[in-house]
């Protein structure tokens, strides 16, 4: 099993910049895919970017291709997000998430989940 606990999030202008991180814990941290969820009151859930357990493979939505980036640290035991040139509509609560076999965009298919952390971005 894994815990997940996030944090970095917080309320920015638009055009600014966050780096969200996401702790783990667990022994077999380094065999989880890992993603990166946001939800909006009201929303579904949305996929926003996943990395495979070996660190090589990314995967975005196009709605943040080309502005954020998932970077994992296995020594750490933690995963991140930054995120750059924040636009409004990017306001949520994001969530990371932890799979030992799925990689993708599915949130259905993750089966550890964190509790949340908000990004508020003003315009």
């Known amino acids: 099993q894994v815990q997940l606990v996030e944090s970095g999030g917080g309320l920015v202008q638009a055009g600014d910049s966050l780096r969200l991180s996401c702790a783990a814990s667990g022994r077999t941290f380094s065999k989880y895919n890992l993603g990166w969820f946001r939800q909006s009151p009201g929303k579904e859930r949305e996929f926003v970017a996943a990395?495979?357990?070996?660190?090589?493979?990314?995967y975005y939505s196009d709605s943040v291709k080309g502005r954020f980036t998932i970077s994992r640290d296995n020594a750490k035991k933690t995963v991140a997000l930054q995120m750059n040139s924040l636009k409004p509509e990017d306001t949520a609560l994001y969530y990371c998430a932890a799979d030992e076999g799925y990689f993708g965009r599915s949130a259905i298919e993750y089966d550890y989940w964190g509790q949340g952390t908000q990004v508020t971005v003003a315009s």
């Open positions: 990395i495979a357990w070996t660190g090589t493979s990314t």
